[in-house]
């Protein structure tokens, strides 16, 4: 193979001047690490071996199921740093800040919007994530009961925090300037709950949480309903009405009493822009085996679900739901179908370099084999130009041998069989001025 390359290689340097030959050879070497390098930064097909998602406090469904997209993606190779965050509040502000790191959090709706998070998009919706009011003692009448109390409305930073503040101050259930409103986790708030140090307890989160399921089944602490329910989501398009069965929880005593109103946004899947195409397929792959199981209050495969709530969908997450994970993906182990897309795209450039080469090479070479006869002709229109304004008498014998000379050149240029027709045609030209060179130039011509 190497004995044929040289000898191409010789044949081209043969048919092309030393000069031309490694500016072509130049060119190509250019073309085909610049187009490398442009396949590279567009279309980064090396994902990243390390992410890292945000985590809210433990005793949170959050900080279970953030564990378990790390176990999904080490599967696939992939580290998945947990940084802990106090709610998605602060994790929205941590993302959109590229030098965060972070690159991934569950968020639910009502937190952000695109115009205010341009560079975030979302992968679609998981599950319902209700906001709980829990009491202590007897149930409360009316939530007007909620002033002058001890009231735990999650920690600066968090959903739980945000919302509590923004609508359930907006309808009077929480007087901040009379409550004493403390920023707890839902787990430090269903311990302090339960042993009488505060007396109430709202935070936003899922039906599977431990802090939820704590407080559902213990003593003396009432679920309370959400009163209103349907106002809430007629003003805030992002929130949904939930309706928890009365004796779910234990149908002997029953707990809870009644059925319970609740308001609930979705949790979505929310990743920078950036984030390397196949990791958010990995992610979207992990969505479906965590989330797809049925719920409280969702049925089986109704998440993760192609929802837009207030980012856009992510255009891989649009992929995803309509024809599953890509195909290497779907066929090959994760980083076996990464190596194959990395040739896929070491080939564009080298076909973008061929592609031209094999459409303008018959031209080009056609050309300069043409030219190679051409130039011989240019020498001979020389020596007649200056055959025929020679000075009267002068002797024509330098004429001669200069045409001899090129006739010569001319028997010793080797070229293809379909140009061969232009060689003799010069060679007889050749010979039809050398007789000319040997007739005597009169003054008058």
């Not at 009488?196 to 009432?222: H, M, R, T, Y």
Request: aromatic share 8%; net charge neutral; hydrophobic share 45%.
């Amino acid at each position: 193979m190497s004995a044929k390359k040289n000898s191409a290689m010789r044949f081209v340097r043969r048919r092309l001047p030393s000069g031309l030959f490694w500016i072509v050879v130049f060119s190509l070497v250019v073309l085909v690490a610049l187009s490398t390098r442009m396949a590279f930064v567009l279309l980064r097909p090396v994902p990243p071996r390390l992410v890292a998602m945000a985590m809210y406090p433990e005793g949170s469904l959050n900080a279970e199921l953030v564990k378990r997209y790390r176990e999904v993606l080490a599967r696939n190779g992939i580290d998945m740093k947990l940084v802990p965050s106090a709610g998605a509040v602060e994790s929205i502000a941590r993302l959109r800040d590229a030098k965060s790191g972070i690159s991934i959090a569950i968020v639910p709706g009502g937190i952000t919007n695109e115009h205010d998070s341009p560079e975030l998009a979302s992968l679609g919706t998981l599950f319902y994530q209700p906001l709980w009011v829990f009491s202590r003692g007897r149930p409360l009448q009316s939530h007007k009961h909620l002033h002058g109390l001890r009231i735990s409305v999650g920690p600066e930073g968090s959903s739980s925090h945000a919302i509590c503040l923004r609508l359930l101050a907006r309808v009077g259930m929480i007087d901040p300037k009379s409550a004493v409103l403390l920023s707890l986790t839902p787990s430090e708030s269903a311990q302090k709950l339960i042993q009488g140090e505060i007396d109430v307890a709202i935070f936003l989160d899922a039906w599977e949480s431990p802090a939820v399921q704590q407080l559902l089944s213990s003593q003396d602490i009432n679920l309370e309903s959400i009163s209103r329910a349907d106002a809430f989501v007629a003003l805030y398009p992002n929130l949904n009405k939930l309706v928890l069965p009365a004796g779910v929880v234990d149908m002997d005593e029953p707990r809870p009493p009644t059925d319970v109103l609740l308001i609930a946004p979705k949790a979505s899947l929310v990743v920078r822009k950036d984030l390397h195409p196949a990791i958010q397929y990995l992610l979207l792959e992990a969505a479906d085996e965590i989330h797809s199981e049925p719920g409280m209050f969702h049925t089986a495969d109704q998440f993760p679900a192609a929802e837009a709530i207030d980012l856009p969908l992510s255009p891989y997450a649009h992929e995803f739901y309509k024809t599953g994970p890509p195909f290497l993906q779907r066929h090959l182990p994760f980083w076996l179908a990464v190596l194959v897309a990395q040739l896929l795209v070491l080939l564009i450039p080298l076909l973008a370099v061929l592609y031209p080469i094999f459409r303008f090479a018959p031209i080009i070479y056609d050309w300069l084999e043409r030219r190679r006869v051409y130039k011989l002709y240019s020498e001979l229109r020389q020596i007649e130009d200056e055959m025929f304004s020679s000075s009267p008498g002068r002797t024509q014998k330098v004429f001669v041998e200069r045409l001899d000379q090129l006739k010569d050149r001319a028997s010793r240029l080797s070229v293809p069989t379909p140009f061969e027709p232009h060689l003799y045609a010069l060679r007889l030209h050749i010979d039809m001025v050398r007789q000319e060179a040997q007739k005597p130039i009169s003054p008058q011509e």
